[in-house]
T-cell receptor, first 117, second 112 residues
Framework: GENVEQHPSTLSVQEGDSAVIKCTYSDSASNYFPWYKQELGKRPQLIIDIRSNVGEKKDQRIAVTLNKTAKHFSLHITETQPEDSAVYFCAASTPTPRGTSYDKVIFGPGTSLSVIP | DAGVIQSPRHEVTEMGQEVTLRCKPISGHDYLFWYRQTMMRGLELLIYFNNNVPIDDSGMPEDRFSAKMPNASFSTLKIQPSEPRDSAVYFC??????????FGDGTRLSIL
């Protein structure tokens, strides 16, 4: 089955610097890669996602890149702010057999990002 | 849109007691998921439903765990009997067809 690894497990950056979180996946059939942000005591919230037919997607200060050949994808946050401090989860979604419409999602272990003012 | 609603937000109970967690998915969503989150194991998918029918319960840890979805707007996750190692945050999520999933605020469960 699919396995998603995520690095680093913790990351500290100075406010204004960039942060990069990297994930690898094992199943070459995976075709959808969402990123979730979870603030302390809150629920995971989708912040950006990318599909396998796209190499890069950007939304203001957040961007995600995908390398299908190498089976890895990354989250880039530029001009970090204290409110970016949270745990970030990557995930990979693998199509299930024909006849079902749900793609099984496997989450990475998470990266705890701290932005130091 | 009210989002996914879970209750209770916090539950503290003694070992051996029955625990029932509740979830109301977003109206119109046809998939509902139950997750468990711990520091050690991260986010684990326990079970998911499609159109109120359980599709995959391979993540349910033991027979002590059971889940139901009697209608499109309500689901329960029950633990009986509860054990201290069941302590975790339990999230419910829903989606319309394929991704993305929308999570509820979770239930923080403590078994003493």
């Amino acid at each position: 089955g699919e396995n998603v690894e995520q690095h680093p497990s913790t990351l500290s950056v100075q406010e204004g610097d960039s942060a990069v979180i990297k994930c690898t996946y094992s199943d070459s059939a995976s075709n959808y890669f969402p990123w979730y942000k979870q603030e302390l005591g809150k629920r995971p919230q989708l912040i950006i996602d990318i599909r396998s037919n796209v190499g890069e997607k950007k939304d203001q200060r957040i961007a995600v890149t995908l390398n299908k050949t190498a089976k890895h994808f990354s989250l880039h946050i530029t001009e970090t702010q204290p409110e970016d401090s949270a745990v970030y989860f990557c995930a990979a979604s693998t199509p299930t057999p024909r006849g079902t419409s749900y793609d099984k999602v496997i989450f990475g272990p998470g990266t705890s990002l701290s932005v130091i003012p | 849109d009210a989002g996914v609603i879970q209750s209770p937000r916090h539950e503290v109970t003694e070992m051996g007691q029955e625990v029932t967690l509740r979830c109301k998915p977003i109206s119109g969503h046809d998939y509902l998921f139950w997750y468990r989150q711990t520091m050690m194991r991260g986010l684990e998918l326990l079970i998911y439903f499609n159109n109120n029918v359980p599709i995959d319960d391979s993540g349910m840890p033991e027979d002590r765990f059971s889940a139901k979805m009697p209608n499109a707007s309500f689901s329960t996750l029950k633990i009986q009997p509860s054990e201290p190692r069941d302590s975790a945050v339990y999230f419910c999520a829903s989606s319309l067809g394929r991704q993305p999933q929308h999570f509820g605020d979770g239930t923080r469960l403590s078994i003493l």
